[in-house]
């Protein structure tokens, strides 16, 4: 038998991969691993590529019996993880067998596990991608979070990991607070008084109870808009715009007292004014931030933001090279 | 004596609504499994449960307050 | 006819490091909406390595890039160039899309308990949104209103929001548009196939949930199919494209009872027949072009 059984499935459990692009244009968001980086990281760690279904754990991680010989690694936030009670080390490509059950303890740092398998989780690809979108039910394992029972079917693993390996130290991401959130300023930041762009980025924003995969709500600050007669067909509230596009890790200004951040499962436009984006690479980093801790927006341009792109890269090609040695 | 604790980050409640009576007061005598409080996250109310049979001694939050992971919750005696 | 919308320069603007944001007007016109689908369409033909999703909205589009592969800066280069070649929109460019029949049940059971179960959301709590709806917009009364909707066709401008949602806007000048609010709080319920009116904007729902626009009727017909079951979603789960010219027409019960076993049983096909307009003439005459329009559909 080539499955895992969930004992428990934790508090929000997906299955995901990187995403499902392609499909903005119709209104569906690319959905994928929140923290890009920790899953690609856990998928090279037991053989996979980056790009295959692998298990993405809010809060609280799952209870797992496998019923064949894997390679397992948990990577992204941070928790004392045990197979069959005795502690293991994460980031580390994690044998296990027949019967073995994976548990996690409480989560010390950081807000979403990944659970890698050697083979992935192979639920159906849907529109090109393994990726949960629960919204509308699509993709992942039936399309929604995994619940008590579950039996997830296993692809067949290669050969080319190696029991024991780990990604280094310097090379796992760090999670300290305020999460810094590089921003480039723009979209709809006309709307915004130089005062209030101040106060956006001067202030340190809580993250409310109201932040999941679809956006991150935040409190903290008031932001001031300028007057303007309202445009045809914009709507009343000096808060709103023409219905737009959103990118994915804009941050709207419903209100300007509650900013949202968008994030993987968004919807993709609307009219609310937008005032900047979170650069890709740092949508890993909020992806790890929790309800309670704060956040802050640091302004950066396109050509900061194209660099650390690139260095994540480079970090990823780094642990593929040192586990398979060339 | 245990303590019960937050196993996620949300806002507190002793009471499934505000209208109703608290699942457990102070004092009260519960088993294990049975719920004691909710927290709210991620737009759902997820049921805080107690690991053992025993006695509440205090809750250690109030009603209504934000958590965070790891959080002491409420006093356990145990038998 | 009035003076056409005089459109700023377009505002390119850096979406993160994955897109690319252009703002065509702040206000919403027919101008800004053709000039957003002539710079769109010709960017797909283009066919760009790198450029993964091409996204028009109603006065603005959006292009998601991979910056692995195209630099957002040359991109930018490239639609400045669009700009200048087909942005001015020539007279003589012509827009080839679909004309669609879509039935409504006006005033229905279905949302009319919606709206009467969130009246304390609305602006105005005493009546229905149909009748607020006529009465801000200087209607003598629903019938007249629904007359105005169902009258002059719409076009496809943007697809957002959640999946399969249209955002429409009808096609005559400024004075003539229906404009509405928003709930004054968005509802937590609305039925799948609402047909709802928000801004300037009608859209059908493609699914339940959350909402705010005011609620008119309900479309027999899907505009989203998960298990594309019925034959005009065989190419996607979402039938509405940008850019396609919709025909709201009044139903009765009746009539809306025959397509739902249409669409229960598998046989359901919407009239759909392919149409080309000039912009510019439409924009100089709109009642001539919607009357060709609505010839060609029901030819």
């Keep these: 038998m080539s499955d895992i059984r969930v004992h428990a499935g934790g508090l929000f459990t997906t299955v995901q991969d990187l995403g499902r692009p392609g499909h903005y244009r119709i209104g569906m968001p690319p959905s994928g691993a929140m923290d890009q980086y920790s899953a690609s990281a856990a998928n090279l760690l037991v053989g996979n590529e980056p790009n295959t279904g692998l298990l993405e754990a809010t809060y609280i991680g799952p209870t797992l019996e496998f019923t064949d010989h894997r390679l397992i690694a948990v990577t992204g936030a941070t928790a004392s993880v045990t197979v069959n009670g005795e502690p293991v080390e994460a980031w580390t490509a994690v044998p296990v067998g027949p019967s073995d059950v994976l548990g996690f303890s409480m989560l010390t740092a950081g807000a979403r596990l990944y659970i890698a398998v050697s083979g992935g989780i192979d639920v159906p690809v849907y529109l090109g991608s393994r990726s949960t979108y629960t919204l509308t039910g699509i993709g992942g394992f039936d399309g929604r979070k995994l619940a008590d029972a579950d039996r997830l079917p296993l692809g067949e693993a290669g050969t080319r990991a190696r029991a024991g390996h780990s990604v280094p130290e310097s090379l796992r991401p760090e999670f300290g607070t305020p999460a810094e959130l590089r921003t480039i300023i723009g979209l709809c930041s006309y709307r915004l008084t130089e005062r209030g762009l101040k106060t956006f980025l001067d202030t340190e924003w809580k993250i409310t109870k109201d932040a999941n995969r679809v956006g991150y709500r935040l409190r903290g600050g008031s932001l001031e808009f300028t007057d303007r007669a309202q445009p045809f067909g914009a709507g009343s509230d000096p808060a709103n715009v023409v219905d737009l596009g959103y990118p994915v890790g804009s941050i709207q200004l419903p209100g300007g007292d509650e900013p949202i951040v968008l994030l993987n499962d968004a919807v993709t436009g609307g009219g609310y004014a937008t005032t900047g984006t979170v650069i890709s690479v740092d949508r890993d980093r909020i992806g790890q931030a929790k309800t309670g801790e704060t956040v802050r927006f640091v302004e950066t341009d396109l050509d900061t933001a194209l660099t650390a792109r690139r260095e994540r890269a480079a970090r990823i090609d780094t642990i593929r090279e040192a586990l398979t040695g060339n | 004596m245990v303590t019960i604790k937050a196993g996620m980050p949300g806002i507190f409640y002793r009471r499934p609504a505000p209208e109703d009576e608290p699942y457990v007061s102070e004092g009260g005598t519960i088993a294990a499994g049975q719920t004691i409080a909710l927290i709210e996250v991620m737009k759902t109310y997820n049921e805080i449960r107690a690991e053992a049979d025993g006695t509440i001694g205090k809750f250690l939050v109030e009603d209504g307050d934000e958590v965070e992971i790891g959080q002491d919750l409420a006093e356990l005696e145990t038998a | ?299």
């Design chain 3, 1 to 299: 006819m009035d003076t056409p919308t005089e459109l700023p320069p377009a505002r390119y603007e850096y979406g993160g490091d994955e897109f690319l944001f252009v703002e065509l007007d702040q206000a919403m016109s027919l101008e800004a909406n053709f000039k957003g689908m002539a710079v769109t369409n010709a960017l797909r033909e283009l066919d760009i390595d790198g450029v993964i999703d091409i996204c028009p909205s109603n006065a603005s589009y959006m292009v998601r890039i991979d910056p692995d592969r195209l630099d957002p800066r040359e991109l930018v280069e490239e639609l400045r160039g669009l700009e200048a070649s087909v942005g001015e929109l020539p007279r003589d460019y012509v827009l080839h899309t679909r004309v669609v029949d879509v039935p409504v049940l006006f005033d229905d059971p279905w949302t009319r308990e919606t709206l009467m179960r969130f009246r304390d959301n609305h602006q105005d709590p005493s009546g229905t949104d149909l009748e607020y709806a006529a009465r801000i917009n200087g209607f003598d009364g629903v019938g007249s209103l629904i007359e105005a909707i169902s009258s002059a066709p719409y076009i496809v401008t943007m697809l957002g929001f959640v999946p399969g949602l249209p955002f429409c806007y009808q096609l005559v000048p400024k004075e003539r548009q229906i404009e509405v609010p928003k709930y004054v709080r968005p509802r937590t319920d609305t039925p799948e196939r609402s047909f709802g009116f928000g801004g300037a904007f009608s859209v059908v729902y493609p699914v339940r949930g959350a909402g705010g626009y005011q609620l008119f009727g309900m479309a027999p017909a899907p505009v989203f199919d998960l298990d594309q079951r019925l034959p005009d979603f065989a190419a996607g789960i979402v039938f509405p494209r940008a850019g396609d010219v919709l025909r709201y027409r009044t139903i009765d019960r009746a009539e809306f009872d025959r397509i739902r076993g249409q669409v229960e049983d598998g046989s359901f096909r919407y009239r759909i027949r392919e149409a080309s307009f000039e912009p510019a003439r439409l924009i100089a005459d709109p009642d001539a072009v919607n009357r060709e329009l609505l010839e060609v559909l029901y030819r």
